[in-house]
């Protein structure tokens, strides 16, 4: 392997995370996965959680940082993550490239696919529902009950309006992952734009677009977080 990644390891009871044991483990399944190549890990982290929980703070650390470095998540095992399709879902949707040591042909283009037909099994059930659902519309058509509304074309300048929004989404995403990086920068006494510029620089965190950061930049990043 070559480039940069963050780990995740997840341990399900605290008696296995305090004795580090199961931890240990995965991180050298981790190892063994990018051997062999130029690489580096950027970031690890760790959780004592139950795989039922679908509540994982230190899951979503991991995959924010992820997307703010575009690097890979390593994880050791698929079971580590989660045995429910519907989590799976969730990880499909979050724009990260996540990749399991004990599957290594589940990455890039092919391991997403293959992770979207595990996806669809457990969509089956939703379609079905939606068909039959269908079917008692039409027959309720077919009895002269009027279904619907407006069905023409969405004006110009709505589009324009939701694209807008989409955008707006797409950068209030970023600097929610990025959030935490400025509170630990101010923890450190990093307080000005152009040097919590300089620190995510330093980082390597791109831009939005994937480009170094300004002074100005940041400060419109600023503007988008909470007070």
């Keep these: 392997m070559k480039g940069d990644f963050v780990t995740y390891v997840r341990v399900s009871t605290d008696r296995q995370g305090k004795s580090g044991l199961g931890l240990d483990a995965q991180r050298e399944a981790v190892r063994t996965y990018l051997n062999g190549g130029n690489w580096r890990i950027v970031a690890e982290f760790q959780e004592v959680e139950s795989g039922r929980n679908d509540a994982r703070p230190a899951l979503d650390a991991a995959l924010a940082a992820a997307r703010l470095h575009r690097v890979p998540l390593v ?76 069905r023409g074309h969405v004006a110009t300048d709505a589009a324009r309006e939701a694209g807008r929004a989409a955008g707006t989404a797409r950068a209030a995403a970023r600097s929610a992952d990025l959030a935490p990086v400025v509170t630990e920068l101010r923890e450190a006494g990093i307080v000005s734009a152009s040097g919590i510029a300089k620190a995510l620089n330093d980082r390597e965190i791109e831009t939005p677009r994937g480009g170094r950061w300004q002074a100005v930049q940041v400060q419109r990043m600023l503007a988008r977080m909470p007070a």
């Design 75 to 150: 994880v050791a095992k698929v079971d580590r993550l989660t045995r429910s399709v519907a989590f799976l879902s969730k990880l499909l949707a979050s724009g990260v490239d996540v990749r399991f040591a004990d599957l290594p042909q589940i990455e890039g283009p092919a391991g997403k696919f293959m992770l979207n037909q595990m996806v669809a099994v457990a969509e089956l059930e939703a379609g079905m529902i939606s068909a039959r659902t269908k079917a008692a519309l039409a027959a309720a058509k077919a009895r002269g009950t009027k279904l619907g509304g407006f």
